[in-house]
């Protein structure tokens, strides 16, 4: 398997929670919180991975100038951002546009990853190179607490 296979599979299983958060925007505060919470998790680690194995591979190949690069991980931030300010957000109102907000962002982050960042990868790195950063990936996790 390589690593932009796998970052499509958890994109999918991303597409399927955000289905389900936004079903249940018209809910309480709470109830928003904690399934952004849950998904939270997984999707930090979904970043930090492309950030740390995937991005610096194709860095080297195409600078970090310009290009997608730049755009994903301010998205990245932007995701950050807006769940620790949901968080901190009690008010209803707030918390329905910052839930509203990832929704939107997150969708159209993953849209940019799969139809241009994921091509560029295999094309610029190869299989190898992917499903040896695959390997590295699956020995951090097994690695980790």
Same mark, same amino acid.
């Given at each position: 398997?390589?690593?932009?296979?796998?970052?499509?599979?958890?994109?999918?299983?991303?597409?399927?929670?955000?289905?389900?958060?936004?079903?249940?925007?018209?809910?309480?505060?709470?109830?928003?919180?904690?399934? &952004? %919470?849950?998904?939270?998790?997984? +999707?930090?680690? *979904?970043?930090?991975? $492309?950030?740390?194995? @995937? =991005? #610096?591979?194709?860095?080297?190949?195409?600078?970090?100038?310009?290009?997608?690069?730049?755009?994903?991980?301010?998205?990245?931030?932007?995701?950050?951002?807006?769940?620790?300010?949901?968080?901190?957000?009690?008010?209803?109102?707030?918390?329905?546009?910052? &839930? %509203?907000?990832?929704?939107?962002? +997150?969708?159209? *982050?993953?849209?940019? $990853?799969?139809?241009? @960042? =994921? #091509?560029?990868?295999?094309?610029?790195?190869?299989?190898?190179?992917?499903?040896?950063?695959?390997?590295?990936?699956?020995?951090?996790?097994?690695?980790?607490?």
């Amino acid at each position: 398997m390589q690593l932009t296979d796998r970052f499509v599979v958890e994109h999918q299983v991303f597409l399927r929670q955000l289905a389900f958060l936004e079903q249940t925007l018209e809910g309480p505060t709470e109830t928003l919180v904690a399934i &952004v %919470e849950t998904i939270h998790g997984p +999707l930090e680690d *979904h970043a930090q991975a $492309e950030e740390t194995l @995937l =991005f #610096p591979a194709l860095e080297a190949r195409i600078g970090s100038d310009g290009g997608p690069l730049p755009v994903m991980l301010a998205e990245h931030q932007d995701l950050r951002g807006t769940i620790e300010a949901l968080s901190l957000s009690p008010d209803p109102v707030n918390a329905q546009f910052l &839930v %509203e907000h990832l929704i939107e962002v +997150l969708r159209e *982050h993953i849209a940019k $990853e799969d139809a241009v @960042l =994921f #091509p560029l990868a295999r094309g610029l790195l190869g299989a190898d190179h992917l499903e040896h950063l695959e390997l590295q990936y699956a020995q951090a996790r097994a690695g980790a607490p």
